[in-house]
């Protein structure tokens, strides 16, 4: 924001009919309107906790990548192309110039997020028209500290030659039986040699890794990419966009003298997945049995694009349990999904109604995909937000192939406020969801705020967040400024209590500022003089 | 009470030309002369006509038109360059009293009444390249402000000035300066798009309307060039 000196009614100024030394010196606010497409990323780790204070802040400072056809139009919440997250959250901003031609159209990018300890992640951002602030969450998977379902096996036991390729037979198995979750087994093969990505050939100690991913409640939340994939390449070498519906998938990484193994030459990995106890076939709507078959694909890394690499058969193991077996030849995510091309819609709307809710209250809002009798869920979007009567939620590339629930979690005052289960494609006739859940009513309290930079009020962009927490608590969205609300400057809220002390955090682009605020009466005026560092990111232009 | 103020000139013409009617039509009629003249000042350029009634005093009906239209760009203020677009247009009708007491000299006091239409706007868009970090800004979503003080309706006008409204002899030149006495302005302050936060604050403060409510008088000067019919 920009402010500037005018002389205002210049023409009365042009006819020099007037003199008055009083002439107000009237400051010129330029705000930041062109930021009309806004995605909010927000880093968590383990997505079954759906309480507050989730935030992933040990990715702060980490750079992402931005890749894709798009990449060139999208850029940090302060004009730049440096993507770093910080508070564990990240904006990403819409190039203003960009038109949405028709309704349709969509932009695209994808962010790849490969940080110390954590599993490298691709995840697709996009941007539609009707969709002025996105909310993205990127569950991040610690290796150190895995959720439920997911499970990883390393070995560093091995070693490569470029003569003689693997000194030893490697055998991991990531094992999810103790939660019946899916199983991922991986047999490297005597005297295979090993090349990186460019086909150079690698030597030396070899660390593999296999982790494997149950599909069954959160472990899709990890999936990589997302379970409704754009640009997913078949067989017959075209591209379709569709739905997932997994039925588990595993990363394998090896790495030698920390390069990447990518691709084998004489001899394949062999990789046996165990199914989950829960699994479930949309094709015949009942759980897999031996016999049927289950598509394989695997995913490239780079650019995010899913691949089916063949048709595998389901078979019976000796102890009763299913599996899928195959060979590769190069590494990289591999998936057993039936996956429905064309099978979602762009955008689904619906609108909540909540009698008496007349402030937003922070809550979860997690979409999955189950089946009767509903008791096998798999996480397809998950994300924080605001809701009160009447707001309306938009749900992206909605599947249609199967049964969908939605849930709503209120965060402020933990508890589920309502599920509901919509029929296969009844979420993309839009609709409404019902709350009847009372509402919690508390003192109100209302905070009419002043940003200052200097003399000059600032008017926060469209982005901006504001997390509070009870002092030592965990923080909690407070304040979202949207497109349409970016000139107020009340916020009339329940989650303060009179007497209070709290810390509030406001994060514009990658700037942040702290400040420890006493709630002294139900009416307060606040006036904050922003730091040095958060007023250069909000007075750019 | 302003309102009634601006009635007295009307009623001091017309009861000066009424008193005429009553009485001393015959003899003064030999001594009504007409002009038309031309004038320019502050206010543009304009016809008007003029009947004396007696040697000191005498009715000028006249109207004139401005309009200034100025475009500049790259306008330095403040640190920001602003490319304006200005116009300034008035147009007023009016009926005026010239009072001269002096047989001798052309010294006059001038009273009347002026329907006036003045408007000032101006157009303010941000110039050249608007940047935001690397992002250059296109320039239609940048937006633009548009203010404007609009002063219509009836305004009283008094001055003084030499030079008689129907001159002695065929031609004559005439100056005077006065002023209208206006209402306060009406005030229009709209912003677009990046700059809509200026609409918001000005809504906020009144800082520009209270300083322009102050301008309820607009000084004159006209000079005339008067033709005896």
Redesign the interface.
């Known amino acids: 924001m920009?402010?500037?000196?005018?002389?205002?009614?210049?023409?009365?100024l042009?006819?020099g009919?007037?003199t008055?030394c009083?002439?107000?010196k009237?400051?010129?606010?330029?705000?930041?309107?062109?930021m009309t497409h806004v995605a909010q990323v927000s880093f968590v780790n383990d997505v079954s906790n759906v309480a507050a204070g989730k935030l992933n802040t040990d990715l702060d400072n980490t750079t992402v990548k931005i890749t894709g056809p798009d990449a060139a139009k999208v850029?940090?919440i302060?004009?730049?192309?440096v993507f770093t997250i910080q508070g564990g959250t990240l904006q990403l901003?819409l190039?203003?110039?960009v038109e949405f031609i028709t309704d349709s159209k969509t932009y695209t990018v994808n962010l790849i997020v490969e940080a110390t300890g954590y599993l490298k992640r691709n995840v697709p951002i996009t941007f539609v028209k009707d969709i002025n602030n996105a909310f993205v969450e990127v569950a991040m998977v610690k290796k150190a500290t895995l959720p439920a379902g997911i499970r990883l096996a390393t070995d560093t036991s091995g070693n490569v030659s470029d003569l003689t390729g693997l000194n030893k037979v490697i055998n991991i198995v990531a094992s999810n039986t103790l939660t019946n979750g899916v199983t991922t087994e991986i047999t490297v093969p005597l005297g295979v040699k090993m090349r990186d990505a460019d086909g150079n050939p690698l030597s030396g100690a070899l660390n593999t890794e296999v982790i494997s991913f149950s599909e069954g409640n959160d472990g899709t939340a990890y999936f990589p990419g997302g379970l409704t994939p754009d640009n997913v390449k078949m067989l017959d070498g075209t591209t379709a966009s569709g739905a997932f519906v997994s039925a588990g998938f595993a990363a394998i990484n090896m790495t030698i003298g920390g390069k990447n193994v990518r691709t084998f030459e004489g001899g394949k990995v062999a990789v046996k997945m165990t199914l989950s106890k829960t699994n479930f076939n949309p094709e015949t709507s009942q759980a897999y049995k031996a016999g049927d078959n289950l598509d394989i694909w695997s995913y490239e890394d780079d650019n995010g694009q899913w691949k089916l690499e063949s048709t595998g058969k389901v078979k019976a193991d000796t102890d009763g349990s299913l599996y899928v077996s195959f060979e590769t030849s190069h590494l990289s995510y591999f998936n057993l999904d039936y996956f429905g091309s064309s099978s979602r819609c762009d955008l689904a709307k619906i609108k909540l109604k909540w009698n008496g809710a007349t402030t937003p209250v922070n809550c979860r809002l997690t979409t999955r995909y189950t089946y009767y009798p509903y008791t096998w869920y798999q996480s397809i979007h998950s994300s924080e937000t605001q809701i009160q009567d009447g707001t309306e939620e938009m749900f992206l590339n909605a599947p249609t192939n199967m049964p969908i629930e939605i849930e709503i979690f209120d965060i402020d005052n933990n508890r589920l406020l309502v599920k509901k289960i919509f029929a296969k494609g009844d979420l993309c006739k839009g609709g409404t969801i019902d709350i009847t859940a009372p509402v919690i009513k508390k003192q109100l309290v209302s905070l009419t705020y002043k940003g200052m930079c200097s003399n000059t009020?600032i008017?926060p962009p469209v982005g901006t967040r504001v997390y509070y927490r009870e002092v030592g608590g965990a923080w909690k969205l407070f304040h979202y400024v949207y497109y349409a609300n970016r000139?107020d400057n009340k916020i009339v809220t329940d989650k303060l209590k009179v007497g209070q002390t709290y810390d509030f955090m406001v994060f514009a682009g990658n700037k942040s500022q702290l400040r420890t605020i006493t709630i002294a009466k139900a009416d307060n005026n606040i006036e904050v003089t922003l730091s040095d560092a958060l007023c250069k990111a909000l007075l750019?232009? | 009470m302003k309102n009634k103020l601006l009635l007295l000139p009307f009623l001091f013409i017309l009861f000066t030309v009424n008193a005429q009617d009553n009485g001393k039509i015959s003899e003064t009629k030999k001594d009504q002369k007409n002009a038309i003249l031309l004038n320019f000042g502050s206010l543009g350029l304009g016809l008007g006509y003029a009947r004396s009634f007696t040697d000191h005093l005498s009715v000028r009906v006249q109207g004139s038109y401005l309009n200034i239209h100025q475009k500049r760009d790259g306008v330095k203020l403040n640190d920001r360059l602003i490319d304006v677009d200005a116009n300034f247009k008035s147009m007023n009708y009016e009926a005026l009293l010239d009072y001269t007491p002096f047989k001798k000299s052309s010294f006059k006091l001038v009273s009347g009444v002026s329907h006036i239409s003045t408007k000032g706007s101006a157009i303010l868009i941000p110039a050249g390249e608007v940047k935001y970090g690397d992002i250059v800004i296109p320039k239609d979503k940048v937006g633009e402000i548009n203010t404007s003080a609009d002063w219509a309706g009836i305004a009283s006008y008094a001055g003084i000035g030499f030079g008689r409204a129907v001159p002695k002899h065929k031609l004559g030149f005439g100056f005077e300066m006065g002023g209208y006495f206006l209402k306060k302005p009406n005030f229009i302050f709209d912003a677009t798009k990046m700059l809509t936060p200026n609409e918001e604050q000005e809504k906020e403060s009144h800082e520009i309307q209270n300083w322009l409510n102050k301008f309820t008088f607009l000084p004159s000067i006209m000079f005339h060039i008067n033709y005896k019919l």
């Open positions: 920009k402010k500037l000196f005018i002389i205002p009614i210049l023409t009365v042009l006819t009919f007037f008055n009083d002439m107000p009237t400051d010129v606010i330029v705000s930041q309107d062109f850029w940090n302060e004009g730049k192309k901003l190039d203003p110039s009020i008017y000139f750019k232009g």
